[in-house]
C-alpha cells in the first residue's frame, strides 16, 4: 500500500489553490475521537474538531447520531497549512492509517451509517481531487476488497465539547486503548515525516 502511493506522484500534490492560506477538509472514517487522535499528530495540521456531517442542523448531536436515526456521519475538520502537509497527504492518511475504507457503514467494532467512509470536500477542486485519488486508488488493486468512501455534501457541526479532544485527554480509556492508540503507532511508522507530537 505505502509502495503504490509513493509510485503516484501526481496525487502526491494539493490542488493548485492559493497554497498560503489554510485550507480545511472533512472526513468521515469510524468514530470521530480515533479520526481526530490520528490528525492531530500530523504536521501542518493547525487544528481537528470531531462533529456532524451530512445530516441537518436539528440532529447534530449524539444521541441521535448514534442512534442512527440521522442522515450525519461522525467526521472530523481539518484545518492545515498546505505549504506544511498537501491534501494528497492527508487523504493518504486516511486511506492507510486513520480508517479502513472497505468496510461498509461501519468501522470495526461500530456499525451503522453513522460510521461510514466519506469524503466532504469544501470546494470544487478539492472534489476532483478527491475523485482522482480514489479512483487511482481503487484501480490500483491495492486493496482486496472494494473502496466504499464516498464523496458526499453537508454542512460540518462540531459535536459536543466533551469529545473534542478525546484521545488526548482520556489516553487510558479503554476504547482508545484498544482501538486507536495503534493507529496512532502506524502513522508514526509509516509516515515518519509526516508525525509529530501534538
Given at each position: 500500500?505505502?509502495?503504490?502511493?509513493?509510485?503516484?506522484?501526481?496525487?502526491?500534490?494539493?490542488?493548485?489553490?492559493?497554497?498560503?492560506?489554510?485550507?480545511?477538509?472533512?472526513?468521515?472514517?469510524?468514530?470521530?475521537?480515533?479520526?481526530?487522535?490520528?490528525?492531530?499528530?500530523?504536521?501542518?495540521?493547525?487544528?481537528?474538531?470531531?462533529?456532524?456531517?451530512?445530516?441537518?442542523?436539528?440532529?447534530?448531536?449524539?444521541?441521535?447520531?448514534?442512534?442512527?436515526?440521522?442522515?450525519?456521519a461522525e467526521a472530523v475538520r481539518i484545518v492545515f497549512d498546505?505549504?506544511?502537509?498537501?491534501?494528497?497527504?492527508?487523504?493518504?492518511?486516511?486511506?492507510?492509517?486513520?480508517?479502513?475504507?472497505t468496510q461498509l457503514n461501519r468501522q470495526t467494532p461500530d456499525e451503522g451509517r453513522s460510521y461510514?467512509?466519506?469524503?466532504?470536500?469544501?470546494?470544487?477542486?478539492?472534489?476532483?481531487?478527491?475523485?482522482?485519488?480514489?479512483?487511482?486508488?481503487?484501480?490500483?488493486?491495492?486493496?482486496?476488497?472494494?473502496?466504499?468512501?464516498?464523496?458526499?455534501?453537508?454542512?460540518?457541526?462540531?459535536?459536543?465539547?466533551?469529545?473534542?479532544?478525546?484521545?488526548?485527554?482520556?489516553?487510558?480509556?479503554?476504547?482508545?486503548?484498544?482501538?486507536?492508540?495503534?493507529?496512532?503507532?502506524?502513522?508514526?511508522?509509516?509516515?515518519?515525516?509526516?508525525?509529530?507530537?501534538?
Amino acid at each position: 500500500m505505502k509502495k503504490y502511493l509513493f509510485a503516484l506522484p501526481l496525487l502526491l500534490s494539493a490542488p493548485a489553490q492559493a497554497l498560503a492560506a489554510d485550507q480545511s477538509i472533512v472526513l468521515a472514517g469510524g468514530c470521530f475521537w480515533g479520526m481526530e487522535g490520528v490528525f492531530e499528530h500530523v504536521k501542518g495540521v493547525r487544528s481537528v474538531v470531531s462533529g456532524y456531517a451530512g445530516g441537518k442542523a436539528a440532529d447534530a448531536n449524539y444521541a441521535e447520531v448514534s442512534a442512527e436515526t440521522t442522515d450525519h456521519a461522525e467526521a472530523v475538520r481539518i484545518v492545515f497549512d498546505p505549504a506544511q502537509v498537501s491534501l494528497g497527504d492527508i487523504l493518504q492518511i486516511y486511506f492507510t492509517v486513520a480508517h479502513d475504507p472497505t468496510q461498509l457503514n461501519r468501522q470495526t467494532p461500530d456499525e451503522g451509517r453513522s460510521y461510514r467512509s466519506a469524503v466532504f470536500p469544501q470546494d470544487a477542486a478539492q472534489r476532483a481531487f478527491a475523485a482522482s485519488f480514489i479512483a487511482s486508488l481503487s484501480k490500483s488493486g491495492a486493496y482486496k476488497q472494494p473502496i466504499v468512501t464516498r464523496l458526499e455534501q453537508g454542512r460540518f457541526y462540531p459535536a459536543e465539547a466533551y469529545h473534542q479532544d478525546f484521545m488526548r485527554r482520556n489516553p487510558g480509556h479503554p476504547y482508545i486503548l484498544r482501538w486507536d492508540v495503534a493507529k496512532v503507532a502506524k502513522l508514526k511508522k509509516v509516515w515518519p515525516g509526516l508525525y509529530r507530537e501534538p
